[in-house]
């Protein structure tokens, strides 16, 4: 995620503002910049060199200070999601006439519309970001009179999508505008100053008093004072935050620790995911795409190549692509890909997933396809990695930067990027009816909601992760989509709690691993409903007529399920395709508690690092 700070009423704010975009730098960034009203005017600084840009910052402003004297100022550390990270794309953005800046976090679902309008009207737009839409949009209102405030409303009114934003115009020196859907921001006092940040670190010794902002409010930051209204403009008073954190629980969000916190940020990953996803006339479309509709229509095989989790996401892809798309669709590991003589022509589209874009055995992999002749695409939680460089087209999964090794919401962004391109090559391949694409993304719209409820009820998780304490043999189960999600299990399990855990496709226990099963081994079992339902409920008997612990994943309300269990971990249901998005998270949770029983470190499993760059 970006971060986002400002403050008004300080004498000295840049000091001020490059300090806490430190504070800010855990999250992961790109690129940063800064904006002051000074002078009568705007005076800005940016830089994108990744994780060095707000050093390069602090020695911009030292060679080149901003004016003496000075009003408001903001400052961003951006994740590129539009727009590759360069200091054109980097916030904060300015208008056409220069005397406003914005910076913003989130995505604008609506703003191909909104620039097309804009630029119809004489706007000149100097960036590739989404963002850069909403500094002329206030531009035009404030142009027929309104206050910063009152036009930051308006504009707002406008827009879809997730989104905080700080504004600042050289007309009000003093003023900061700030609002929020979706995306956090917090509001801090303290004698003579106000202050606004994305993240509670950054205000942690700068403020006494902090307020959270709520979604659809707007706040109006003066020296020493704070108001705040709905976008309708009804004053509201802002809910008092109590903090007592020191700063690196402060960058936990009250968290235990980074794994607990990025499993309850999976909503909001998948929900980004999704954003901006259907065009004006209602088609899919990607994010970056050097093939058009006409490639992908003679496109006659997918090859999907990962490691790890991002294998298992791809491994869910294969099921919804072969019945959506009807495209024969392997997946392969990718440090074996390029030594078994893959066969790929020109017709053949191979995908590479990788949460950070820089893995090794995955980037390898797409190099030795696109040197075969296939299209590449490149499926990457990281705007212009090195594999998105190189690939035709990209998919990003907007999940955020994730701390912790073991992944998690990058996981589940991952599958719901996957089958956003399975729906797009439906579209393009005529496969499915636009009417069935659409209705495939409705119900895809409902998955934060439902990742939501499973998250709520981590209580039931760890009471039964309570009972398995002393078990050392974990046996996976899944049928259908099942599989992958047997196979993520048992991966978060060995990562995290280093307890020895298999998993397999539950038709094979017959063909050797039942010999393994006795009493005091724990099977977990994925009963969420598919077309194997039945057949795995049989497997499943046949383990627990064998002494095993079984645990089963089911839908709510399953009775024939609960029936031959002995723990079930409830799920709210949705279609098979889209069920591991919701079914792996008490996998997730019965790893992490585990984990934390037996006192293991969830952050940062031992020999393991977060992104693989060797062979």
Partial sequence: ?????????????????????????????DSAGVALVADGGIWRVRAADGTRSVADLSQLTTDHPP??????????????????????????????????????????ENHGALRADLVAGGHIMSSATDTEVMAHLIERHMAAGLSLAEATRAALGLVRGAFSIAVVHADEPDTIVAARRSTPLVLGLRQGVALLASDIPALLGHARQLYALADDEVAVLTPGAISVTTLAGTPVRPEELHIAWDLEAARKDGYEDFMSKEM?????????????????????????????????????????????????????AKYAIEHWVKLPTEVDIASEFRYRDPVMTERTLCVGVSQSGETLDTSKAIEEASRLGAKVLVVSNVVDSSMARQA????????????????????????VALEILGLTL??????????????????????????????????????????????????FLGRHVGYPMALEGALKLKELAYLRAEGYAAGELKHGPIALIEPGTVVVGIATRNRLWEKLLSNIAEVHSRGATVVLVADDGDREAAAVADHVLWVPPCSPLLSPVVGVVPLQQLAYRLARLHGHDVDRPRNLAKTVTVE
């Fill in 426 to 475: 439906a579209q393009i391949h005529g496969t499915l009816t636009p009417e069935q694409i659409a209705s495939a993304l409705n119900e895809m719209d409902r998955l934060p909601e439902l990742i939501e409820q499973a998250l709520r009820r981590s209580s039931a998780v760890d009471d039964v992760a309570g009972k398995l304490i002393e078990a050392r043999d974990f046996f």
């Fill in 392 to 415: 035709d087209g990209v998919l990003y999964t907007r999940a955020g930067p994730e701390v912790g090794v073991a992944s998690t919401k990058c996981h589940l962004a991952q599958i």
């Fill in 67 to 108: 004016p003496v004297g000075h009003g408001a100022g903001i400052g961003h550390t951006r994740w590129a999601t539009h727009g590759h990270p360069t200091a054109e794309n980097a916030h904060p953005h300015l208008d056409c006439t220069g005397r406003l800046a914005l910076v913003h976090n989130g995505i604008i």
């Fill in 1 to 29: 995620m970006c971060g986002i700070f400002g403050v008004t009423g300080e004498p000295d704010a840049l000091p001020l503002i490059l300090g806490a975009l430190h504070q800010l730098e855990y999250r992961g960034y």
């Fill in 264 to 316: 309850h940020e999976q909503p909001g990953a998948v929900a980004a995911t999704l954003l901006d996803r259907r065009g004006p006339d209602g088609r899919l479309r990607l994010d970056e795409m050097r093939l058009s509709p006409a490639d992908l229509r003679q496109v006659d095989k997918v090859c999907i190549v990962a490691c790890g989790s991002s294998y298992h996401a791809a491994l869910v």
